[in-house]
C-alpha cells in the first residue's frame, strides 16, 4: 500500500471521533508549549537578573560581614560587622577604585508644602553613591563627606520626586519632612527609570548617618552597614582591590587574615552563581514539560489502544482483504504520529504565541529560545513513534480469524 | 494451469489448546475446478469454518497441501498470504463487514488499496468500483453509506468488493445468513450469475434451499468428508 493511501486511511480514522482525536491531542499539546513556554521563561528571568545585576554599576565588588557557623557563644565575641568607618578608610587608603558608598533604606512619609508622599524609598547613602551606581545629578549637589561626618539633615531627590512636589520650581533650597524631621533639599537628580524592581526616580537621598541616627536603632545593631559598594577603576584591577580590601579591614578590625570575617563578592561571581541557580531552575523546568510530553504521549498510546480494541473487526477485514501486517502497523503508526505530529504543530504556536503573550501583557518576561521550537517538535514526533509503536504492533499481530469473528 | 483451481491433499488441521488438542479437520483430500461452483454444508463443529479459513489463506493447515491457482500456498508467510488474499480470493460475510463510515465505492475499492502490483489512479480506482458496482445493480447507490442500505444491498457491496480484483475463486461463508427470503433469493440469483459468467464459487452455508444453488455439495463431519454429490437439481431458481 502506498504511503499516501495510508495516511488517507489513517486521517480517516483519526476523523472517526473527532472529540477523542482533539483530547488526545491536548495531552501533546500542552506539553510541547510547556517545554517552548518553560525555556522561554527561564532564559527570560536569566536575562533580567543579568541586566539587574549589571545595572548595579560597572566592575562592582560587594564587600559583607561573613555569617559565622559557630553562632555567638561565650568568648566567641560579636562578629566583625562593617560600619560608617570602614566606607571612609577603603576611600582614603584603596587604590584603583571610582567610588565607595553603602545604602540603608527605610520607607518614610515625605511631605512638602500641602503635598504628601506616602512611603518613599529613603535611601541613606555616602558621597561614593554616583560614581559607584553610575548616576548623576541634574541640579544642585550630591551628599558629601561632610554631610556625612556631620550628620546634616540634607535630601537630594529622585527626578520624578523632585517633579511631583515642584513641578517646573527648582527644588534646590527648599525644605522638606520626612516622617517628622526636616531637611534641606540640594540636589536633583538625573532620570534614570526603573532598572530591575528599583525606580530610581521615586527614590530620596539623605546622609547614611542620618539613617542611622534618625530611622534605624543603633541599639539593635542598626548602625550596622550592611554591605559595602566598591567599584573598581577597570575590571584588570580588580583582583587588586579586592587584596587591599582585605589587608584593610583585616587591621581595621584586628582579624587574621585566615578567617578575615568578610565576603566580597563580584558581579560575576553573582552571575555565575545566578547561571547554576537559573540552570538548575530551567533543568527543573524542562523536566516538568518533558515529563508532560511523556503524559501526552501516554495518552495517544491509551487512546490507540482503545482504537485498536474497537476496531479489531476493521483490522480483520483489512487483513482479509489483503493487508499486511505491516501495512496494518503503519496505518496505526501514522495514526499515532498525525497525532502527536499536530499536536506538535499546534503546541508549538501555543508556546511561541503564549510567550509572546506573557511578555506583552508583562506577566514575565520570556526570551523566546529558537532551538526550543525544533527541540519541542521534534520530541513530539518521537514521542508519537515512541508511543504509537505498541499499539500498531499489537494491531499487526491480530489474527485475521479471531478479528473477523469479534463482535 | 490445470483444470483444478483448488487441490487439497490430506489437509489437516489440529487447534491445541493447553493440553487438549482439537483435530478440526483429518485428512480431506479434494479438488474444485475452474467454474465450479460448490457448496459446503455440514452441522457446526463439522470443520467446515476451519476448511473455509484455509482455502481463503486466513490459516495454514497443520499438514497436507493446499495448491491454489497452481502454486502451492499452504506454507507461504503471512505476507505472501496477504498478497494471495488479495488477488485471487473475494471474500463475502455473513455480516457484510462493511466500514460504516465510507461509502459504498470507497469500500468497494479497499481491496485495491492494497493491491501492490497495479498502480491505479484515485480516480481509476473509484470508476472500476463504480464498474462493479453496475454490475451487481448498484450503479444508484455508489455514494450511500452503509447504514443508508439494505440488507440485500449491503451484501451486494461486500459481492462487489469481492469481485474488484477479478479474484480467481470467490469464498462465501453464510452470505444469505443475515438476510430475509426474499433479499436471499436476490443474492443468490446475483452468484449464479456470477457463476454464469464463469466464477469459481466455494460457499459455505446451512441452508439445504441455498445449497441447492450450487452444482455440487460437499458434506463435512467430524472433519471429514461425509458426502460429495453432483447436485442434479442446480440451476433451479425460486425455490426459497
Known amino acids: 500500500m502506498s504511503l499516501r493511501r495510508t495516511l488517507q486511511v489513517a486521517w480517516e480514522g483519526l476523523t472517526l471521533n473527532k472529540a477523542r482525536s482533539f483530547l488526545t491531542t491536548l495531552g501533546v499539546i500542552i506539553g510541547v508549549a510547556a517545554v517552548i513556554v518553560m525555556l522561554a521563561v527561564s532564559a527570560g528571568a536569566e536575562a533580567e537578573i543579568a541586566e539587574q545585576i549589571n545595572s548595579l554599576g560597572p566592575n562592582l565588588i560587594l564587600v559583607m560581614p561573613a555569617f559565622t557557623r559557630g553562632g555567638f557563644g561565650p568568648g566567641m565575641g560579636r562578629p566583625p560587622s562593617l560600619s560608617y568607618d570602614d566606607i571612609s578608610a577603603i576611600a582614603q587608603n584603596v587604590t584603583n577604585i571610582n567610588g565607595v558608598s553603602a545604602e540603608q533604606t527605610t520607607d518614610q512619609n515625605l511631605k512638602a508644602g500641602g503635598v504628601t508622599l506616602e512611603d518613599v524609598s529613603i535611601v541613606g547613602t555616602t558621597a561614593g553613591f554616583p560614581d559607584v551606581r553610575d548616576y548623576r545629578v541634574a541640579e544642585g549637589r550630591f551628599l558629601t563627606d561632610n554631610d556625612n561626618d556631620e550628620t546634616l539633615k540634607v535630601v537630594v531627590l529622585g527626578y520624578d520626586v523632585a517633579q511631583e512636589l515642584y513641578g517646573e520650581q527648582s527644588a534646590v533650597g527648599q525644605s522638606l519632612k520626612i516622617a517628622s524631621t526636616k531637611f534641606t533639599v540640594v540636589g536633583v537628580m538625573e532620570p534614570k527609570g526603573v532598572i530591575g524592581n528599583t525606580d530610581y526616580d521615586a527614590r530620596v537621598y539623605i546622609p547614611l548617618t542620618v539613617v542611622f541616627k534618625k530611622f534605624t536603632h543603633a541599639r539593635f545593631g542598626g548602625d550596622d552597614v550592611r554591605t559595602i559598594y566598591v567599584s573598581a577603576a577597570s575590571r584588570e584591577v580588580m583582583d587588586d582591590v579586592m587584596s587591599q580590601v582585605s589587608t584593610l579591614l583585616q587591621k581595621q578590625h584586628s582579624t587574621d587574615a585566615t578567617s578575615s570575617g568578610f565576603n566580597m563578592i563580584t558581579q560575576d561571581s553573582i552571575i555565575n552563581a545566578q547561571a547554576s541557580t537559573t540552570e538548575a531552575f530551567r533543568n527543573l523546568l524542562g523536566w516538568v514539560a518533558g515529563i508532560s510530553l511523556v503524559v501526552g504521549g501516554i495518552g495517544i498510546m491509551n487512546i490507540m489502544l482503545v482504537s485498536v480494541t474497537e476496531r479489531t473487526r476493521e483490522i480483520g477485514l483489512r487483513q482479509a482483504l489483503g493487508a499486511r501486517p505491516r501495512d496494518v502497523q503503519l496505518q496505526f503508526l501514522l495514526e499515532a504520529m498525525m497525532l502527536s505530529l499536530i499536536g506538535g504543530l499546534v503546541g508549538v504556536m501555543a508556546g511561541v504565541g503564549g510567550s509572546y503573550l506573557f511578555n506583552a501583557l508583562g506577566t514575565m518576561r520570556t526570551d523566546l529560545v529558537p532551538a526550543s521550537v525544533p527541540l519541542a517538535f521534534g520530541a513530539a514526533a518521537v514521542v508519537g513513534i515512541f508511543f504509537g509503536y505498541y499499539p500498531a504492533t499489537r494491531a499487526a499481530r491480530l489474527d485475521p480469524i479471531e478479528a473477523l469473528r469479534r463482535e | ?226 458426502s460429495d454429490r453432483q447436485n442434479g437439481k442446480s440451476r433451479k431458481r425460486g425455490k426459497l
Open chain 2, 1 to 226: 494451469m490445470g483444470e483444478n483451481l483448488i487441490e487439497i491433499t490430506e489437509l489437516a488441521k489440529v487447534y491445541s489448546t493447553g493440553e487438549i488438542a482439537v483435530q478440526a479437520l483429518r485428512g480431506i483430500s479434494a479438488a474444485v475446478k475452474r467454474g465450479e461452483f460448490v457448496a459446503v454444508m455440514g452441522p457446526s463443529g463439522s470443520g467446515k469454518s476451519t476448511l473455509m479459513n484455509i482455502l481463503g489463506c486466513l490459516d495454514r493447515p497443520t499438514s497436507g497441501t493446499y495448491v491454489l491457482d497452481g502454486e502451492d500456498v499452504s506454507r507461504l508467510s503471512k505476507d505472501r498470504l496477504a498478497g494471495v488474499r488479495n488477488r485471487r480470493i473475494g471474500f463475502v460475510f455473513q455480516s457484510y463487514n462493511l466500514l460504516p463510515r465510507l461509502t459504498a465505492a470507497k469500500n468497494v475499492m479497499l481491496p485495491l488499496l492494497y493491491n501492490g502490483h497495479q498502480h491505479l489512479s484515485d480516480k481509476e480506482c473509484y470508476e472500476r468500483a463504480v464498474a462493479v458496482l453496475e454490475s451487481v445493480g448498484l450503479g444508484d447507490r455508489t455514494q450511500h453509506r452503509p447504514n443508508e442500505l439494505s440488507g440485500g444491498q449491503q451484501q451486494r457491496v461486500a459481492i462487489a468488493r469481492a469481485l474488484i480484483n477479478d479474484p480467481s475463486i470467490i469464498l462465501a461463508d453464510e452470505p444469505t445468513g443475515n438476510l430475509d427470503t426474499q433479499a436471499s433469493e436476490e443474492i443468490m440469483d446475483l452468484v449464479h450469475q456470477l457463476h454464469d459468467r464463469g466464477s469459481t464459487i466455494v460457499m459455505v452455508t446451512h441452508e439445504p434451499g441455498i445449497a441447492e444453488y450450487a452444482q455440487r455439495v460437499i458434506y463435512l463431519r467430524d472433519g471429514q468428508i461425509a
